[in-house]
């Protein structure tokens, strides 16, 4: 692992020098969305931290394109189960999946990097509350609302807005809908989006 430091915001950040390729790959700051720019060619194995590079200084902007570059991108945490379904299902709405077997360790991730997306899938389903998962299901709110949380359950229905609320999430979805994630995903972030937004108006009314 390398570590660089965000030139913007000064965030560090830890990076798998193998999954580089042999060329400039550019991404975005996960804290401040600057654009960076990492050339593995200019890595030394005992590289110390270093500023990355902010993507326009120095020559054209490389974009990435192939499996060897999917280190980078906006991550959808999956915790819990395992799942090539739920990681190509994460991946088709366009976020790359970072895996947490505990949810202790998913909840540390979370609090670095608020990640949009947050997909549960408990090893054992049980009554609310999911025990298992409340380090990640019982933040504060104002970080709750950073991310769109999904618990996937065989034993519940898709879109059961009362098992939804009972256990802490935004969205249920069925492990047999799977295939249709994304149509489902989106259709419902729309409409959690409406209807904070609504929320937000009324608030801000009231203050007023």
């Known amino acids: 692992m ?16 193998t999954k580089l390729p ?8 996960p804290a ?3 654009k960076l720019s990492v050339d593995r060619r200019n890595l030394g194995a005992e590289a110390p931290a270093a500023p990355a590079a902010a993507a326009g ?19 959808g945490m999956l915790v819990g189960n395992d799942s090539p ?22 909840r540390d991730f979370f609090m670095q990097d608020f990640p949009p997306l947050v997909v549960l899938n408990p090893q054992q389903m049980t009554p609310p509350p999911l025990e298992a998962m409340q380090p990640i299901i019982s933040l504060m709110p104002a970080d709750r609302r950073k991310s769109f949380f999904i618990l ?7 879109l059961d807005g009362n098992a939804a609320f009972l256990y802490g999430v935004n969205l249920v979805v069925s492990a047999k809908d799977i295939g249709n994630f994304p149509h489902i995903y989106r259709d419902a972030f729309a409409y959690h989006e409406r209807m904070y937004s609504a929320m937000s108006s009324v608030a801000k009314s009231m203050q007023g």
């Open 85 to 106: 379904a739920l990681r190509q299902a994460i991946k088709l709405i366009g976020y790359l999946p970072a895996y947490f077997a505990e949810a202790p360790q998913a």
């Open 32 to 34: 401040c969305k600057t």
């Open 152 to 158: 996937v359950s065989d034993n519940l229905r898709t």
């Open 2 to 17: 390398i570590r660089i430091v965000c030139t913007s915001c000064q965030k560090p950040l830890s990076l798998d020098e």
């Open 57 to 75: 200084a120095a020559g054209p902007i490389s974009q990435p394109h192939d499996d060897e570059d999917e280190s980078f991108g906006t991550k």
């Open 22 to 29: 042999m060329k400039e790959v550019s991404f975005p700051c």
